[in-house]
Each structure stands twice: as structure tokens, then as C-alpha cells.
């Protein structure tokens, strides 16, 4: 007989996961299906960001820091320290603990929710039914009063440089994650997010990084002001950054790999040890839905869905990087907790316009709202106000003064559209301005707000006392 669930999830990550625990919440019977086999052999939950994506980048990103600032930057508060060394090996394991950790704690969620994990491939059939095949090629089918499609996304190839994790030369992110040997030279082809995450970690472990971006535009969807400082410290910390450079094709060689790249010079071509191809990510919708079952496609692989995330199928949504929207996880599980209100009966809602955006690199970049550029484009009359860190006595005593606070007001409401921040922990400082986008406070709002001293907020409050010329520790202009 074939069970029938309230809900069935196809897909554990971040967006999957989370959906599946609100329903579990919400008094549904649900079950989520997952595939996912970690780097010791066993099933895991958590998709591509706990297994092979954010957790284990940021597990690097901390580590490389604090190797790279033990050798660069003890000196400025008159602690010498010698004789340091690199245990790579040590590093990667403490990076494999922490996903081990972070997995088996969603595994255990499901657990404590009443969630049943169906372990296998889970495919969409006509009439709400899903077909899970598992390791040992058997195959279950089970019904659903609801099916939520999660399934991710998965790493844009290119014809010009074939990835091959298993070989370890050209890699993609995952890969990239994953060397033994700190590579003398990491060529990057694409200077996006995930590029310049990883282009990080390597560079602050001593690789020499270049980084081929294909388009002009630094961050195209990042403040263009904001981008440009960005620029500038990434350059100042090593990373060969050339933009306009467009790869046409790779060829292994006993050095590694030689490739070759246009720009508007003309063609060039380099020798790298490593590569690393990370131009973007794509919806990992291959094989989620049999023909029979009609779902609908947009472009580029992307599940059609309206506002509520349902698809052109009643009672069938998606969520999370398989629909339209920033591929972000915080994102993601958003539109779970939605989607599993609104099958409850309950009134789901996501703000689109207050989803913040992260980089963590050093400097860390953070935004959300409106940029300046898509401000001047839709014609919105705006103010802005600028802090720079350079002027926070926080920021100078962690040695970390670089940087800056934007912020974009209305014109004529004051309300606040967007901000900006490159700088010390700005992944954790934007969310002031979330919560203030959230609530459609005005930057005045942000500036009658009492910030503690000495804090790094205290850029953020000094950035919206500027956008009416009234900042206290710098000259207005």
C-alpha cells in the first residue's frame, strides 16, 4: 500500500530542511527526501551549504584568517610570534567536524520534529505522487497532499575548462575545498562570491591567486562605490584580479594547467597549478519531474512559481535556488517557513526587498535594499550617508579600520532603501538595517537610536546621522 504524507519535500538543504521542520511544527505528517552521501560514505541532510558550500568555506575562510593575521598582523599590537607553521591536514579536519556536526544536528532535528528522512532520489510524478530511488537502485513511490521541490543548485560548467574533482587540477568549489597541499599558483576563473571566498582562503595560505572575470564590472550586483573599495583591498592583499578576461580554453600540462584568455589586450595565456572554476551556479532541476507530471520550467532550468511559491501544479510548490530570486540559503529557508505556513493555513510572507547579501572575505561585504545604481536607473530621488571606519574607535582597536557604512534614504520619505557596508563584520552589522527595512524605518529612525560606545555599530548610526549632514565624527560635506 502506498503511504501518503501531508507534505513531502524533495531535497535536505538549507531550504528543504527547514521547511520540513515547520511543517513537522505545524501538526503535518512530513517527510523529506534526500540522496546527499558525505565525504565518509554515509547519507547526510544539508544539501550543498552544510556539505560542500557555506559551512565548511566559512570553517576555511576563519581558519586561513587567523594563520594569515598570527604571520601579518600581531606585530601592530607588539606580540611577536615565530616559528609558525601550517598543519593543512588539521585545518581540513576541523573543517569536516564542523559539517559533521552541523549534519548530524539537522539529522537529529528531524528526529526530535517527527520528520521522516526517505533516503534516495526523489522524483516528481503526476497527482502529487514522488518517486524515491535509493542507493541499491530499488525504487518507492509515495503520495502527497503537498510536495515542496527543494533541490538546490549545482556549479555552472564550462566547455572552455572541464572539471574533474576526482583529479584534483580543474576543480569547482567543492574541490577547491578540499586540496591537500596549499598550490603554489590557484588560477579562478570567474571573481564572483564563491571565487573570491575561496581565491581568500588560498591566498591567505600563501598560493599566488589570479582571478579572470569575464565581465568589466567588479560585483556587478554589489553598490558600485562599495565595489570599488573592495577592489582596491583585494589588490592590496595579493589577489591578481583582471577583469574583462574571458577564458577560452585549458590544456593540463606537467606544471598544471595552462590557460588561455582574451581580453582587451589580446590573447594571454597563463600557467597555474590549480584552477578553479567558479562562474556561478545553476538550479539543480535535472530529473526533479517526470514529463507526465506537467511542471512548468522558466528559463534557464528555473521552476516557474508565483508569489506564494507555488508552481502551475495545486497543492505543488518550490522553493530555495530552484526558482527565481538570489540563490541565497538564508533565502531558501525563508520561503520554507512560508511555504509551510501557507499549506497550514496560515498567512506566509517574505520580503523580497529585505534579504541580505554576505561576502566573507576581509574586508567582509554585506548589503541589502536597493543599490545606488538601480536607484539612479528607476528614478528614485535619494540621500545618502557615508561612514568610514577609519573614524570608529572600535574598528581601530581591532586593527580593522578599512572600510565603510552606506546608507540610501528617500528623498522626500526618508525612508531607508538600502545599505552598504565593506568592513569589519559586516555580515553581522547588517542586520540592523534588515530589521529597519523590515519595519520601513527611516534613516532618522536609525539616527535617534542609541548605539553603544565604543561599538562598530557606531558607523551605522553615524552613516544615518549623514544622510541629513548631522555625523558627529566626521566632516560633513
Same mark, same amino acid.
Given at each position: 500500500?502506498v503511504?501518503?504524507?501531508?507534505?513531502?519535500?524533495?531535497?535536505?538543504?538549507?531550504?528543504?530542511?527547514?521547511?520540513?521542520?515547520?511543517?513537522a511544527?505545524?501538526?503535518?505528517?512530513?517527510?523529506?527526501?534526500?540522496?546527499?552521501?558525505?565525504?565518509?560514505?554515509? =547519507?547526510?541532510?544539508?544539501?550543498t551549504?552544510?556539505?560542500?558550500g557555506?559551512i565548511?568555506s566559512?570553517?576555511?575562510?576563519?581558519?586561513?584568517e587567523?594563520?594569515?593575521?598570527?604571520k601579518?598582523?600581531?606585530?601592530?599590537?607588539?606580540?611577536?610570534?615565530?616559528?609558525?607553521?601550517?598543519?593543512?591536514d588539521?585545518?581540513?579536519?576541523?573543517?569536516? %567536524? +564542523?559539517?559533521l /556536526? $552541523?549534519?548530524?544536528?539537522?539529522?537529529?532535528?528531524f528526529?526530535a520534529?517527527?520528520?521522516?528522512?526517505?533516503?534516495g532520489?526523489?522524483?516528481?510524478l503526476?497527482?502529487?505522487?514522488?518517486? +524515491?530511488?535509493?542507493?541499491d537502485g530499488?525504487?518507492?513511490?509515495?503520495?502527497?497532499?503537498?510536495?515542496? +521541490?527543494?533541490?538546490g543548485?549545482?556549479? @555552472?560548467?564550462?566547455?572552455?575548462?572541464p572539471?574533474?574533482?576526482?583529479?584534483?587540477?580543474?576543480?569547482?568549489?567543492?574541490?577547491?575545498?578540499?586540496?591537500?597541499?596549499?598550490?603554489?599558483t590557484?588560477?579562478?576563473i570567474?571573481a564572483?562570491?564563491i571565487? $573570491?571566498?575561496?581565491?581568500?582562503?588560498?591566498n591567505?595560505?600563501?598560493?599566488k591567486?589570479?582571478?579572470?572575470? *569575464?565581465?568589466?564590472?567588479?560585483l556587478a $550586483? *554589489?553598490d /558600485?562605490?562599495?565595489?570599488?573599495?573592495a577592489?582596491?583591498q583585494?589588490?592590496? /592583499?595579493?589577489?591578481?584580479?583582471?577583469?574583462?578576461?574571458?577564458?577560452?580554453?585549458t590544456?593540463?600540462?606537467?606544471?598544471?594547467v595552462?590557460?588561455?584568455?582574451? %581580453?582587451?589586450e589580446?590573447?594571454?595565456e597563463?600557467?597555474?597549478?590549480?584552477l578553479?572554476?567558479?562562474?556561478?551556479?545553476?538550479?539543480?532541476? %535535472?530529473?526533479?519531474?517526470?514529463?507526465?507530471s506537467?511542471?512548468?520550467?522558466?528559463?534557464?532550468?528555473?521552476?516557474h512559481?508565483? %508569489?506564494?511559491?507555488?508552481?502551475?501544479l495545486p497543492g505543488?510548490?518550490?522553493?530555495?535556488?530552484?526558482?527565481?530570486?538570489?540563490m541565497?540559503?538564508?533565502?531558501?529557508?525563508?520561503e520554507?517557513?512560508?511555504?509551510?505556513?501557507?499549506?497550514?493555513? /496560515?498567512?506566509?510572507?517574505?520580503?523580497?526587498?529585505?534579504?541580505?547579501?554576505?561576502?566573507?572575505?576581509? =574586508?567582509? +561585504?554585506?548589503w541589502?535594499?536597493?543599490t545606488?545604481?538601480?536607484?539612479?536607473?528607476?528614478?528614485?530621488p535619494?540621500? @545618502?550617508?557615508?561612514?568610514?571606519?577609519?573614524?570608529?574607535?572600535?574598528?581601530?582597536?581591532?586593527?580593522?579600520?578599512?572600510g565603510?557604512v552606506?546608507?540610501?534614504?528617500h528623498?522626500?520619505?526618508?525612508?531607508?532603501?538600502?545599505?552598504?557596508i565593506?568592513? =569589519?563584520?559586516?555580515?553581522?552589522? @547588517?542586520?540592523?538595517?534588515v530589521? *529597519?527595512i523590515?519595519?520601513?524605518?527611516?534613516?532618522?529612525?536609525?539616527?535617534?537610536?542609541?548605539?553603544?560606545?565604543?561599538t562598530?555599530y557606531?558607523?551605522?548610526?553615524?552613516?544615518a546621522?549623514?544622510?541629513?549632514?548631522?555625523?558627529?565624527?566626521?566632516?560633513?560635506?
Amino acid at each position: 500500500m502506498v503511504k501518503t504524507y501531508d507534505v513531502v519535500i524533495i531535497g535536505g538543504g538549507p531550504a528543504g530542511y527547514v521547511a520540513a521542520i515547520r511543517c513537522a511544527q505545524l501538526g503535518l505528517e512530513t517527510a523529506c527526501v534526500e540522496k546527499w552521501i558525505n565525504f565518509k560514505g554515509d =547519507p547526510a541532510l544539508g544539501g550543498t551549504c552544510l556539505n560542500v558550500g557555506c559551512i565548511p568555506s566559512k570553517a576555511l575562510l576563519e581558519s586561513s584568517e587567523h594563520y594569515h593575521y598570527l604571520k601579518e598582523g600581531f606585530g601592530n599590537h607588539g606580540i611577536q610570534v615565530e616559528g609558525i607553521t601550517l598543519d593543512l591536514d588539521k585545518m581540513m579536519v576541523r573543517k569536516e %567536524d +564542523i559539517v559533521l /556536526q $552541523l549534519t548530524n544536528g539537522v539529522s537529529t532535528l528531524f528526529k526530535a520534529n517527527g520528520v521522516e528522512w526517505l533516503q534516495g532520489h526523489g522524483k516528481l510524478l503526476a497527482g502529487r505522487q514522488v518517486e +524515491i530511488t535509493h542507493q541499491d537502485g530499488s525504487v518507492d513511490v509515495v503520495n502527497a497532499d503537498h510536495v515542496i +521541490i527543494a533541490t538546490g543548485s549545482m556549479p @555552472i560548467e564550462i566547455g572552455a575548462a572541464p572539471v574533474n574533482n576526482a583529479e584534483g587540477i580543474i576543480v569547482d568549489s567543492t574541490g577547491a575545498l578540499d586540496f591537500r597541499q596549499v598550490p603554489k599558483t590557484l588560477g579562478v576563473i570567474g571573481a564572483g562570491v564563491i571565487g $573570491l571566498e575561496l581565491g581568500s582562503v588560498w591566498n591567505r595560505l600563501g598560493a599566488k591567486v589570479i582571478m579572470l572575470e *569575464a565581465v568589466d564590472d567588479f560585483l556587478a $550586483l *554589489a553598490d /558600485q562605490q562599495i565595489a570599488r573599495e573592495a577592489l582596491r583591498q583585494f589588490k592590496k /592583499q595579493g589577489l591578481d584580479i583582471r577583469l574583462g578576461a574571458r577564458v577560452m580554453a585549458t590544456e593540463k600540462i606537467a606544471e598544471g594547467v595552462k590557460v588561455h584568455f582574451k %581580453d582587451k589586450e589580446g590573447e594571454h595565456e597563463i600557467v597555474v597549478e590549480k584552477l578553479l572554476v567558479s562562474v556561478g551556479r545553476r538550479p539543480n532541476t %535535472d530529473n526533479v519531474a517526470a514529463p507526465g507530471s506537467d511542471l512548468l520550467f522558466g528559463e534557464r532550468g528555473f521552476i516557474h512559481v508565483g %508569489d506564494d511559491c507555488e508552481t502551475n501544479l495545486p497543492g505543488v510548490y518550490a522553493i530555495g535556488d530552484v526558482v527565481r530570486g538570489p540563490m541565497l540559503a538564508h533565502k531558501g529557508s525563508e520561503e520554507g517557513i512560508m511555504v509551510a505556513e501557507i499549506i497550514a493555513g /496560515q498567512h506566509g510572507h517574505l520580503n523580497y526587498d529585505a534579504i541580505p547579501w554576505v561576502i566573507y572575505t576581509h =574586508p567582509e +561585504i554585506a548589503w541589502v535594499g536597493k543599490t545606488e545604481q538601480a536607484l539612479k536607473t528607476e528614478g528614485i530621488p535619494y540621500k @545618502i550617508g557615508t561612514f568610514p571606519f577609519s573614524a570608529n574607535g572600535r574598528a581601530k582597536a581591532m586593527d580593522t579600520a578599512i572600510g565603510m557604512v552606506k546608507i540610501l534614504a528617500h528623498a522626500e520619505t526618508d525612508t531607508l532603501l538600502g545599505c552598504h557596508i565593506i568592513g =569589519p563584520y559586516a555580515s553581522e552589522l @547588517i542586520q540592523e538595517a534588515v530589521l *529597519a527595512i523590515e519595519f520601513q524605518a527611516s534613516s532618522e529612525d536609525l539616527a535617534r537610536t542609541i548605539h553603544g560606545h565604543p561599538t562598530l555599530y557606531e558607523a551605522v548610526h553615524e552613516a544615518a546621522l549623514s544622510v541629513h549632514g548631522r555625523s558627529l565624527h566626521k566632516i560633513n560635506t
